[in-house]
């Protein structure tokens, strides 16, 4: 048996596997369809919770998941399922303006920003956070990776440079792409999020 739970509003996928499962006999097979983080995330839980056995298999922002009815569920109670998880956003977290060694360094870092357009709005980092030599992306025009940070700040995605590198480097005011941030911001953003360093 297939359920097909795309495009469907939590609780409804969560709902649909329960009575899917009540009404299949032990042995048969139940394949569950899914695009949604969060249901994908729920309908997991509540298979685990059941005590399930399942295989996963993703492609894009498509799951299916496909189980083996073996015993009766154990837990029927949908409602202890959240439909509002917070997924935490990336970071991207530089501390220099290129990747590797010059000469090829600074370039590289260029193509790496500039590929970042190309990605679903999803899969984009929220923030980009910018330290010690990567300030310099964010202040002058002529860097390479200057254009394609400012893309992406045109698409939604927060540029930070650090105020006390940008103060340290005389940078102050020759900044234009994103904004001047403190230890406090920056601390709290990698820390409530998923970071990556380059």
């Given at each position: 048996?297939?359920i097909?739970?795309?495009?469907?509003?939590?609780?409804?996928?969560i709902i649909?596997?329960?009575?899917?499962i009540e009404?299949?006999?032990i042995?048969?097979d139940?394949?569950i369809?899914l695009?949604s983080?969060a249901s994908?995330t729920?309908?997991k839980?509540?298979?685990?919770t059941n005590?399930?056995?399942?295989s996963?298999?993703?492609?894009?922002?498509d799951?299916?998941l496909?189980?083996?009815?073996?015993h009766?569920?154990?837990?029927?109670?949908?409602?202890?399922?959240?439909?509002?998880?917070?997924f935490?956003?990336?970071v991207?977290f530089?501390?220099e303006d290129?990747?590797?060694?010059d000469p090829?360094?600074?370039g590289l870092l260029?193509?790496?920003l500039?590929s970042?357009h190309?990605?679903?709005q999803?899969?984009?980092?929220?923030?980009?956070?910018?330290?010690n030599?990567a300030?310099?992306m964010?202040?002058s025009?002529?860097?390479p990776s200057?254009a394609a940070?400012?893309?992406l700040?045109?698409l939604?995605?927060?540029?930070?440079?650090?105020g006390?590198?940008l103060?340290?480097?005389?940078?102050v005011?020759?900044l234009?792409?994103?904004?001047m941030s403190?230890?406090?911001e920056?601390m709290?953003?990698l820390?409530e999020n998923e970071?990556?360093s380059l």
């Open positions: 048996m297939q097909d739970c795309r495009n469907l509003d939590c609780p409804e996928p649909r596997t329960k009575d899917s009404n299949l006999n042995g048969d139940l394949e369809l695009n983080e994908f729920n309908v839980k509540f298979l685990s005590k399930f056995e399942f996963v298999s993703s492609k894009g922002g799951h299916t496909n189980l083996k009815k073996t009766e569920l154990i837990d029927q109670n949908v409602q202890n399922y959240n439909c509002d998880i917070k935490k956003d990336k991207l530089l501390k290129k990747v590797g060694s090829i360094g600074i260029a193509k790496f500039g970042i190309s990605l679903e999803s899969k984009r980092p929220a923030y980009i956070v910018c330290v030599e300030v310099l964010t202040t025009r002529s860097h200057y940070l400012k893309e700040e045109g939604g995605v927060k540029i930070l440079s650090c006390s590198c103060e340290a480097m005389g940078l005011d020759r234009g792409v994103g904004s403190n230890a406090f920056i709290n953003i820390l970071t990556v």
